[in-house]
């Protein structure tokens, strides 16, 4: 199998509980259903769960057990998509090529929205499980953690108050490691600790997951530059357009390609005791560093 298809079976897989999800929850009011379709079920290529199910499975899990656990994780980062999109916060039009939720549902809706997919996350996280229940309480405090004070919350704050700022180093690396490579970190360390490993192999998930989520924003810090409106969904330049702390602005664009292919080395030697069991989370490692190449 490539990873193309092995990327798409697993968003498909993903994608099919969600829907049976939400058809069973009955969302009211329907605005509110359709706020949260509109962009749960968009373009995106859900792979922070895909992570996560990756993880378990390479630590010798049956990825099928925490496919709500797993789905949860995607309703967190389509919250802080929607919020992200705000006037109050970046002010984009678009994302994934289409409109952004507040620019169709008007930003109340939008907002409830996105409170709505957050507080959900948990409902789902815990409502069925096959795992043990300390595990499962491990693993949300994890989750939790990082979508929270200690990562995605805090690094978008850090984020606003940056802007028109001349970057520097500490600052740069604070932004990027809270507000995106945190939920990735997570994403990956879930899996792992559903799975019930302990120990230098817990470590090893965790330094995987934190290089591939330095990579993903470094590489999207590229991307902003270097790819169209049409491949990025939104519009071109908007992080330069308002003057966001990026690695490119700090290092330039060759230095920053070094500085993410040196990530994804790092996270690929991080899981190399697992030998062949870590052939997906390899592919998808690679995958994300090419993204910018």
Partial sequence: MELKEFLSYRKAEIMTYLKQYFVKRSVTPKILSDSINHSLFSKGKAIRPILCLTAYETCGGVYTDILPQASAIELIHTYSLIHDDLPAMDDDDLRRGRPTNHKVYGEAVAILAGDALLTEAFYMYTSSFTVNGGLLIEALKELSSAAGLDGMVAGQVMDIMSESKTPDIETLKYIH????????????????????????E??????????????????????????????????KGSDLEKNKMTYPSLYGLVHSKKLAKDHIETAIASIESFREKAHWLREIANYLLKRGA
């Fill in 202 to 235: 817990l470590y090893a998930m965790k330094i995987y997951g934190e290089n591939i989520g330095m990579t993903f924003q470094i590489v999207d810090d590229i991307l902003d530059i270097t790819a169209t409106t049409e491949e990025l969904g939104k519009p």
């Fill in 177 to 200: 490691t809270n507000k995106t490579a945190a939920l990735l970190r997570a994403s990956v360390m879930t899996g792992a600790i559903l799975s019930g490993i302990k120990g230098s």
